[in-house]
């Protein structure tokens, strides 16, 4: 559990942000890169088709500010000469890596043949990463599934194919396809892919405690990490691997921190989106951050209810002032849990009604428009 590289680029510590459509934009990056701890962030998967007719919105994707270097930008799509063009602009604008989505299990991505649509078509896989290795000089990467059903599981091929092919770092996403996110990621099938390949092999699924993941990890031998849904509960959790990775006792914040993360969050959508869009995004994170705090569901049922800055703005401090009074937030380290039911890349995390706000025409979920 060291850092490693990919090519030339320290991915120290070595700990990723995972990707999450409508989630880790460009302001949650940020978030979570200032709480420290972050080796690597990743942009939501992007597409291709959208990307190469010009699409505003998938371009907007792939913006990012110097301080989260290193930068992956990653793309999806069935057609080779569409993610070799992709992969071309990724590089224009600066990206450090270009990662190829090769897990997303949505059925309109896996119709069009990309996502984890490619695990059932290795010739049209080894074609598009030929394709982007000859257009693009920064390194290559691939985030994968364990295989398309638990009857072809396939990813230890898929890594050695893409190892061949010049890819420079395999990420791995412990569960089928057709698991979406039921049951449990598979890290046994995981370090299988990390003994099968020379390139670096990172871990993924269901890390949101700091014991468990330095369990997985250990077992598992991969490189790195890369953590999603738990850095949504718990923004501290790279930092707090960090921690203990160095011999330090995790970081502890105290419920004053918490609640300034949610508002520093807040300031940061309202700068950067439309307010409708700004609001969506706070609730969506505000309701992730609560969960497992003493009147979490209370207040997240409050909130899904607001409808104005103020409102949220107000709800907060009369959340936290409540629960600091009644003394019971424990020692301030947070322990994710891992009970959010999804079954695609959508940001299907959030409540029905968020969602009806994410999809603003002007901003949009990102399937819904750039399908
Ligand atoms: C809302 C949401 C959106 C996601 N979007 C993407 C994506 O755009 N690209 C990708 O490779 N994986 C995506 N994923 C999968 C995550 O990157 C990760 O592989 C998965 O959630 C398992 O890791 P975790 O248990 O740490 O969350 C998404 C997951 C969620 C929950």
Same mark, same amino acid.
């Given at each position: 559990?060291?850092?490693?590289?990919?090519?030339?680029?320290?991915?120290?510590?070595?700990?990723?942000?995972?990707?999450?459509?409508?989630?880790?934009?460009?302001?949650?990056?940020?978030?979570?890169?200032?709480r420290g701890g972050?080796?690597?962030?990743?942009?939501?998967?992007?597409?291709?088709?959208?990307?190469?007719?010009?699409?505003?919105?998938?371009?907007?994707?792939?913006?990012?500010?110097?301080?989260?270097?290193?930068?992956?930008? &990653?793309?999806?799509?069935?057609?080779?000469?569409?993610?070799?063009?992709?992969?071309?602009?990724?590089?224009?604008?600066?990206?450090?890596?270009?990662?190829?989505?090769?897990?997303?299990?949505?059925?309109?991505?896996?119709?069009?043949?990309?996502?984890?649509?490619?695990?059932?078509?290795?010739?049209?896989?080894?074609?598009?990463?030929?394709?982007?290795?000859?257009?693009?000089?920064?390194?290559?990467?691939?985030?994968?599934?364990?295989?398309?059903?638990?009857?072809?599981?396939?990813?230890?091929?898929?890594?050695?194919?893409?190892?061949?092919?010049?890819?420079?770092?395999?990420?791995?996403?412990?569960?089928?396809?057709?698991?979406?996110?039921?049951?449990?990621?598979?890290?046994?099938?995981?370090? &299988?892919?990390?003994?099968?390949?020379?390139?670096?092999?990172?871990?993924?699924?269901?890390v949101v405690s700091i014991e468990s993941g330095m369990?997985?990890?250990?077992?598992?031998?991969?490189?790195?990490?890369?953590i999603?849904?738990g850095a949504m509960q718990n923004p501290w959790i790279f930092r707090q691997f960090e921690d203990v990775l160095a011999g330090r006792e995790p970081y502890r914040p105290d419920l004053e921190e918490k609640k300034?993360v949610?508002?520093?969050?807040?300031?940061?959508?309202?700068?950067?989106?439309?307010?409708?869009?700004?609001?969506?995004?706070?609730? &969506?994170?505000?309701?992730?951050f609560t969960k497992g705090l003493p009147?979490g569901?209370?207040?997240?049922?409050?909130?899904?209810?607001?409808?104005?800055?103020?409102?949220?703005?107000?709800?907060?401090?009369?959340?936290?002032?409540?629960i600091s009074?009644?003394g019971n937030f424990g020692d301030g380290l947070v322990e994710a849990d891992a009970?959010?039911?999804?079954?695609?890349?959508?940001?299907?995390?959030?409540?029905?009604?968020?969602?009806?706000?994410?999809?603003?025409?002007?901003?949009?979920?990102?399937?819904?428009?750039?399908?």
């Open positions: 559990m060291v850092p490693f590289k990919i090519r030339n680029i320290d991915i120290n510590p070595p700990l990723i942000l995972s990707p999450m459509a409508g989630v880790t934009d460009f302001t949650f990056r940020r978030l979570i890169k200032r972050v080796g690597l962030v990743v942009s939501e998967f992007i597409s291709v088709e959208g990307l190469t007719r010009n699409n505003p919105k998938s371009k907007r994707q792939m913006r990012f500010d110097e301080s989260e270097r290193p930068y992956a930008v &990653q793309i999806f799509g069935g057609q080779p000469e569409r993610m070799a063009m992709g992969a071309e602009m990724a590089e224009e604008i600066g990206a450090d890596i270009l990662d190829v989505n090769c897990g997303c299990p949505a059925p309109k991505v896996v119709k069009n043949g990309g996502g984890s649509g490619l695990l059932r078509d290795l010739p049209r896989l080894e074609t598009i990463l030929k394709e982007i290795k000859k257009s693009i000089s920064i390194p290559l990467t691939l985030k994968v599934r364990t295989g398309y059903t638990d009857s072809t599981i396939n990813v230890v091929d898929v890594a050695k194919m893409a190892e061949q092919c010049g890819v420079e770092h395999i990420q791995v996403h412990g569960r089928t396809r057709d698991q979406g996110y039921k049951g449990l990621a598979n890290w046994e099938i995981i370090r &299988q892919v990390k003994e099968a390949v020379s390139v670096p092999v990172s871990g993924n699924g269901d369990k997985r990890w250990r077992e598992s031998g991969t490189n790195g990490i890369l999603g849904r300034s949610l508002l520093e969050f807040f300031e940061m959508c309202l700068d950067e989106m439309p307010e409708i869009v700004a609001l969506g995004k706070m609730k &969506q994170l505000a309701g992730q009147g569901a209370q207040f997240r049922q409050t909130l899904y209810h607001s409808h104005s800055v103020q409102e949220i703005l107000d709800n907060i401090t009369t959340y936290f002032g409540s009074l009644e009970d959010i039911e999804i079954t695609s890349c959508e940001p299907s995390v959030l409540p029905l009604e968020n969602r009806s706000s994410m999809t603003a025409e002007h901003w949009g979920s990102p399937l819904e428009t750039s399908l």
